[in-house]
């Protein structure tokens, strides 16, 4: 399973400014680095649209908490790592719901092997899916056209872009998942440690 890191954008990065900036010092520093950027001076206007959405950012006291509080920001996060968010909250839900003590089992390790769970059970429905749609590639090399109205084959060739559009939307679920196993690498978990029976635990140093 690919585990590369996700893509996120840093907004102070990007403008090169501390987290503590304030709004004077953010300013000052977007101007800087978009001079040197902006196209009418020879710059990348892509790259000049990500520095103008970092300083939009920001700027904006509510997004600038949002995004220091959870690391993302909608508008500026990549729309593969929005994908990854959006598997990983849906399982935020079942790990906050557990009814289990927390420090008496691992949730990070279990995020993990649903997540494995989860691209291993996409991986078999698109085999299957594709073992669906080989037969029907040879059901349609081997019916007999008709002079008029090919009204089976029609059917057949709709059945078999169907399948192509459903494995399509099964690889994307498969990346998506795969981002969010990403999303999760660097995270431990700090397990209760339970003693044997009659033996005590360490006490602090004193």
Known sequence: ???????????YDILGVQREADEAAIKAA?????????????????????????YELLKDPVRRKVFDDTGYDPELAEPMDLKGLMVLEGLINDMILDEREPGSFDPVAGL???LTDDILKARFHILELERHRARVRKHLDRIGRRPEAD???????????????????????IAAIERAYAMLEGYSYELEVVPAEGEDL???AE
């Open 151 to 173: 009204v089976l084959g029609s059917m057949l060739k709709a059945r078999s872009g169907s399948i192509s559009e459903a494995i399509k939307n099964a690889e994307g679920q």
């Open 1 to 11: 399973m690919a585990k590369q890191g996700a893509s996120v954008i840093d907004p």
């Open 30 to 54: 977007y101007r800087k680095v978009a001079k040197n950027a902006h196209p009418d001076g020879g710059g990348d206007s892509e790259q000049f649209a990500k520095i103008s959405a970092c």
């Open 202 to 204: 360490p006490k602090a």
């Open 112 to 114: 993990r092997r649903k």
